[in-house]
């Protein structure tokens, strides 16, 4: 194993350090068909069951959020390449002041 495998080889020990820190424990029920589900990409993957859990709510709250629409508002906000753009007034600016909000302190 070269210098530079091994420097890699720390590096993806201190990026999974890192993400094990940043988790937190959470109890969340599921569906007993999703459990299965759950289960099943655990055995397949060679993965905790928390694992899948942990990884399918990430990527899943990421693709909620890109999803949430934008509502068009009445007030400019800025002016890009001579166009008006408008402030959001659905949910996303609540959404993300309360995660702000939640996130003070941490």
Known sequence: MSHNAFAELIEEWEARQLLQRQ???MQVSVFDTDQVKIQALAAVYGLSEQE??????????FELETRMPYQ???RVIRVE???EIFEDIGMMPRYIAKIHELTRGH
């Open 23 to 25: 988790k937190v424990p």
């Open 52 to 61: 899948i859990v942990a990884s399918v709510l990430h990527h899943g709250l």
């Open 72 to 74: 068009k508002g009445t």
């Open 81 to 83: 390449e001579g166009e």
